[in-house]
């Protein structure tokens, strides 16, 4: 089975959904279907891997927003040997009180990793807090692109964003397989 065949067996949804931007929309695509399940989130590392060494070859970091693009780092990290950071929403109010978890330079040149992209605000948000860490941020590498914006609002901000998925590919072959 193809990994697309996979991501939309495994998480595609429809119905009536509230999407983290307030946006409804009347399929879903559940990043924990697809990103808690050892074989798929073994096949996504390995394919997030490849994205990042054609997209971004000097990175020396992989980063992630909590909580639902961690297990994608870790597995692409995995692969590809590269260490990562979580990017926290806010930083703990206990402990070392961080934003960002897991060791790093600044200057470092670093991938960020992400699960869904619908508006971009999300990976935006971890973009500025890299940034503001003193890490370079260039690229993103996404499981899927919902093409709502996401892939122009980090342009934005100086982000090219690398879908492995975009949602119509994914919607196309739902169309197909259920009808």
């Avoid at 992989?62 to 597995?75: I, M, R, T």
């Avoid at 040997?81 to 934003?99: Q, S």
């Avoid at 500025?128 to 093409?147: F, K, N, Q, S, Y």
Wanted: proline share 4%; glycine share 8%; aromatic share 6%.
């Amino acid at each position: 089975m193809s990994l697309a065949d996979a991501i939309r067996d495994a998480a595609y949804l429809e119905g009536d959904f509230v999407l983290r931007s307030g946006k409804r929309s009347s399929y879903y695509l559940d990043k924990y279907r697809f990103g808690t399940q050892p074989e798929l989130l073994r096949r996504l590392g390995d394919a997030i891997a490849a994205a990042v060494a054609e997209c971004e070859p000097d990175a020396v970091r992989l980063a992630a927003p909590e909580v639902g693009a961690v297990p994608l780092a870790a597995a692409a990290s995995l692969v590809s040997d590269l260490p990562f950071v979580i990017v926290r929403k806010e930083a703990k109010g206990y402990g070392t009180g961080n934003r960002l978890e897991g060791p790093f330079e600044p200057g470092e040149l670093v991938c960020l990793v992400e699960d869904v992209v619908t508006s971009g605000g999300a990976a935006i948000a971890a973009v500025e807090a890299l940034r503001e860490a003193g890490l370079t941020v260039r690229h993103a590498i996404c499981v899927v692109d919902r093409e709502e914006g996401g892939a122009d609002e980090l342009a934005r901000v100086a982000v090219r964003l690398q879908p492995l998925f975009r949602a119509s590919e994914l919607r196309k072959d739902a169309a197909n397989a259920h009808g």
